[in-house]
C-alpha cells in the first residue's frame, strides 16, 4: 500500500473517566468533592465493620486513592496521546492526521485509503472497527500497566514503525469477522463483538426467530448474535448463567471452550436471553451457530421500543418495530487488525 494523495491518518481517541467526571461536575476540585464524597459513603456501606473499625481520616485517605487512581489514568493518557501526535507527525509520512473523537465515529466519513490508529481500550477498537471496514487499524494501548489489551498490540512509541509498515506493504493482519444486521428498507448495523436484537427498556422484547428452517415466537430479554471476537464477551455472560443455573441443580455444565470462535471464524454464535414460554411463545431454538452462508432473522412484533445496536453503543441503533425484519450474518467485509510487522 503506497502512500497516496487522498490519504490521511486518522488518530480515534475517547474521553478518560476523569474527562468525563471534569465535564459533569464543571471543574476538577468540584468532581473531586463529589467522587471523595460517594466513594466515602460507598466504603461505609460496604464494610461497615471496617468503617467502624477505621478512624475518619482512614476512611478519607481510601476514598482519595481511588479518585487518584482514576486520576493517575487520565494523565496516563493524555502522555500517551500526545506520545501518539508526535510519532505521527513525522516528515517520513508526509500525510495529515485528523483526531475523531469516539462519540462522532457515527458521523465521520473515512476515506478509502486511510490509516486507523486508535488510542483506548479495547471497546474502543470494536467501535471504530465497525466504521472503518477494510481499513487497516492500529490499536494502541495508551497503559499497558493498567489494561491487559488483548486487541492491542502496539505502545505509543511503536506507532510510526507500525504506520511505515503499513504505508510499505510490511505490515501483518488479523482479518476479523463482522456481524451484519439488514433491514427490508436497506438500513444495516454492523458488529465488531455482537449485535443486540431486542427492546430498549426492561420490558420482554417480542419477535418471532426463524434459523435453518425452523422458526418460532419468542418473548425474551433480547437476543445477543456474536462473532469469534465478542464470543467471550458479553455472549459468554449468558452461558456462566446459564451454567451456574444448571450447576444449582446438580448438573455440571459441559465444557465451555467450545463456546468460543476464533476471531477469523466466519460462523456467529447467537443466544436468546431469559426466553419466556407461553401459550403464544415458545423456547425450543435458544443457541446456536450461525453457518457460513447462513441468516438468522427477526421479525419484530413490538409497536414500540425495538432496537437492534451494536458493541453495546445504545444511541447508535436501527428501530425494529412490529413489521420489521432484520436478518443478520456474516458481513462479507472484515476487520484488519495489524498484527504485527513482517
Do not use: C
Not at 179 to 200: K, M, P, W, Y
Not at 203 to 209: D, F, K, M, T
Not at 244 to 267: C, I, N, S
Not at 292 to 321: C, H, K, R, T, W
Request: avoid cysteine.
Amino acid at each position: 500500500m503506497g502512500m497516496r494523495i487522498d490519504q490521511k491518518i486518522v488518530l480515534v481517541t475517547r474521553p478518560t473517566q476523569m474527562a468525563a467526571l471534569r465535564r459533569k461536575f464543571a471543574t476538577g476540585a468540584q468532581a473531586k468533592f463529589q467522587i471523595v464524597s460517594a466513594k466515602k459513603r460507598e466504603l461505609a456501606k460496604r464494610a461497615p465493620a471496617m468503617a467502624g473499625a477505621a478512624s475518619p481520616a482512614q476512611v478519607e485517605q481510601l476514598a482519595e486513592q481511588e479518585f487518584a487512581t482514576l486520576a493517575e489514568a487520565s494523565e496516563q493518557y493524555d502522555v500517551a496521546l500526545q506520545q501518539l501526535r508526535r510519532e505521527l507527525d513525522f516528515d517520513d509520512f508526509d500525510l495529515p492526521v485528523q483526531i475523531v473523537d469516539r462519540d462522532f465515529l457515527p458521523n465521520f466519513v473515512f476515506g478509502p485509503n486511510d490509516v486507523v490508529v486508535t488510542v483506548g481500550q479495547d471497546g474502543l477498537v470494536a467501535n471504530t472497527a465497525k466504521y472503518a471496514v477494510g481499513l487497516p487499524i492500529i490499536a494502541v494501548n495508551p497503559d499497558p500497566q493498567r489494561i491487559d489489551g488483548v486487541l492491542l498490540p502496539f505502545r505509543a512509541d511503536q506507532a510510526r514503525a507500525a504506520v511505515r509498515a503499513v504505508l510499505h506493504g510490511k505490515a501483518r493482519y488479523r482479518e476479523v469477522t463482522l456481524a451484519e444486521a439488514t433491514l427490508d428498507n436497506g438500513q444495516r448495523q454492523l458488529a465488531f463483538n455482537e449485535l443486540f436484537i431486542g427492546s430498549r427498556t426492561h420490558v420482554s422484547a417480542r419477535y418471532r426467530l426463524t434459523i435453518g428452517g425452523r422458526s418460532e415466537p419468542q418473548s425474551s430479554s433480547g437476543v445477543i448474535v456474536s462473532t469469534g471476537a465478542g464470543s467471550t464477551g458479553w455472549l459468554s455472560s449468558v452461558f456462566n448463567m446459564a451454567a451456574g443455573v444448571m450447576g444449582l441443580f446438580g448438573k455440571p455444565p459441559e465444557k465451555q471452550a467450545t463456546m468460543r470462535l476464533e476471531w477469523e471464524d466466519p460462523r456467529l454464535l447467537f443466544a436468546v436471553r431469559e426466553p419466556f414460554v407461553s401459550k403464544s411463545s415458545r423456547a425450543g431454538i435458544v443457541a446456536g451457530l450461525v453457518e457460513p452462508g447462513q441468516e438468522i432473522a427477526f421479525e419484530s412484533d413490538m409497536a414500540s421500543d425495538g432496537v437492534i445496536f451494536s458493541d453495546g453503543v445504545e444511541s447508535d441503533y436501527l428501530e425494529f418495530n412490529a413489521g420489521t425484519t432484520a436478518r443478520v450474518h456474516a458481513a462479507k467485509r472484515k476487520a484488519r487488525l495489524v498484527s504485527g510487522l513482517s
